[in-house]
């Protein structure tokens, strides 16, 4: 098979959406805020390769003339990203003013450190927050997300990232298959659309160690359980229900997914689903736009969007977030605060949403009848969006290894491809991760 759509394709794809929308203005001129107060000054913007990103950067010369602030920014592939930042961070000089972080790998870690700012305070400043920034506007679900346990609100949200159900509507239509509502169904549907004499295939999912953890989350979700931690913060990833998730796991990729499968992460996923080859595949929203485009997409207009299926104890779907931060080193804090306020606003907010990039963290975009009527993506991509954001939970643990939870957790499951037993790898892996996540607690 060809993996010819690579993270740089995906983003020029979201990157070609974002003419399509009409975008509505923000009415800063109205206010009496002093936009221009530090003009002159340079700030230093670190972000992540993604459709947002790019919007950003692509639309920067607004925030320069409205402040006559000047900026310095890169975007780099998330986990080289990941690791600059730490870096950077834990050497008390970091290069950047304004940090984008990944909420679901990296909360717990920068929370903990204190390595960013507790946005509260500056608020509470009306000198540098506009009336327009609105904080009233932004989701519950966002907010809480981007709040530290101990009440530090040390980042803005900017990003809800679900997990959706999307489906090849032709294939569904040839075999009279309903969107599943359930697990079970989902399961029972892709057997009925495997086809590999004409290498199409039920599914498509996630099977690379490390990225698939978060396909096994969505199905645990769906349990009595839920939660990879107990109350006491104990990790439980051999319970019975974390054994049903399992199992579930492997028989999709084992029994209704693409031959190789164990090697896929999510563009290899795309790949397989954009070429017409695959009936289901589970992943984030933020996959949407490349999928639409009809240059590369053999699957454009015949997409289907849907929540995450039923599970046998819940309903949920998993989250993830992305939030901006502005670094608690920095001698630039009020210039970085406004470029915040810019890069969250409601036009940039419509943007992500429009463009296919993502689900925003701000409500007002969802409800702008007039720039998703505009949109290229259908009704049911959009309310699907809305439905999602009602049952979703976070689909990691806020724990600050959770690379090396999803390396021992990922590993175990990648080998239940292969064949191997779930229950014996699901317990090697956690006996593996558990004296880890206790030194990691004890340590803060």
Same mark, same amino acid.
């Given at each position: ?9 995906a983003l020029a794809a979201g990157a070609g959406l974002l003419a399509a929308p009409p975008i509505v203005r ?36 607004? *925030? ?24 950077? *961070? ?67 949200? #900017? ?10 509507? #032709?294939l569904l239509e040839a075999k009279n298959i309903r969107v599943p509502q359930t697990f079970d169904e989902m ?85 397989? *689903? ?12 933020? *996959? ?22 039923r599970g046998p104890g819940h309903h949920h779907c998993a989250m993830f977030g992305t939030a901006l931060g502005?670094? #608690? ?56 969006? /809305? ?34 037993? /779930? ?22």
């Open positions: 098979m060809s993996h010819g759509i690579t993270r740089r394709g923000q009415a800063n001129a109205q206010s009496q805020f002093d936009w221009k107060r530090f003009a002159g000054e340079r700030i230093e913007v670190s972000l992540t390769a993604n459709p947002r990103s790019q919007i950003l950067i692509q639309n920067q010369r607004e *925030f320069e003339d409205l402040t006559g602030i000047r900026v310095g920014s890169e975007q780099i592939p998330e986990q080289q990203h990941r690791q600059k930042f730490v870096i950077e *961070f834990a050497s008390g000089r970091p290069s950047f003013d304004v940090i984008n972080i990944s909420l679901h790998v990296n909360k717990r870690q920068v929370g903990r450190a204190r390595w960013c700012t507790d946005i509260r305070a500056l608020m509470q400043d009306a000198s540098i927050t506009s009336p327009d920034l609105d904080f009233a506007d932004f989701g519950a679900g966002a907010v809480a997300y981007s709040t530290q346990a101990d009440g530090r609100m040390d980042t803005m949200p #900017e990003f809800t990232d679900y997990f959706i159900l999307y489906y090849n509507k #032709e399961y029972e549907s892709a057997r009925r659309l495997n086809d590999p004499s004409r290498q199409i295939y039920g599914n498509v999912g996630r099977g690379l160690r490390n990225a698939n953890v978060v396909l096994w989350s969505s199905f645990l979700l769906g349990t009595q359980q839920r939660d990879c931690l107990d109350a006491n913060r104990r990790l439980v990833t051999d319970s019975a229900d974390a054994i049903w998730a399992g199992e579930f796991y492997k028989k999709l990729l084992r029994d209704c997914s693409p031959p190789g499968v164990a090697g896929f992460n999510w563009n290899e996923a795309q790949t397989s *689903f954009m070429q017409g080859r695959a009936g289901f595949w589970l992943d984030g929203v933020g *996959f949407a736009a490349p999928l639409e485009d009809r240059t590369r997409s053999r699957v454009a207009g015949k997409v289907g969007y849907a929540v995450v299926p502005i670094a #608690e080193a920095s001698r630039k804090k009020g210039a970085a605060w406004l470029y915040v306020q810019w890069a969250l606003n409601k036009t940039n907010q419509l943007r992500f949403l429009t463009s296919g990039a993502g689900s925003p963290a701000r409500t007002s975009a969802y409800r702008n009848e007039e720039a998703i009527a505009g949109s290229r993506f259908s009704r049911e991509y959009f309310s699907t969006l /809305v439905e999602s954001g009602r049952i979703s939970r976070p689909g990691l643990p806020e724990i600050v290894p959770v690379t090396e939870f999803r390396d021992t957790i990922g590993a175990a499951l990648t080998s239940t491809i292969g064949g191997a037993d /779930v229950a014996t790898e699901l317990r090697r892996a956690t006996e593996a991760f558990r004296p880890v996540l206790e030194q990691s607690e004890r340590a803060g």
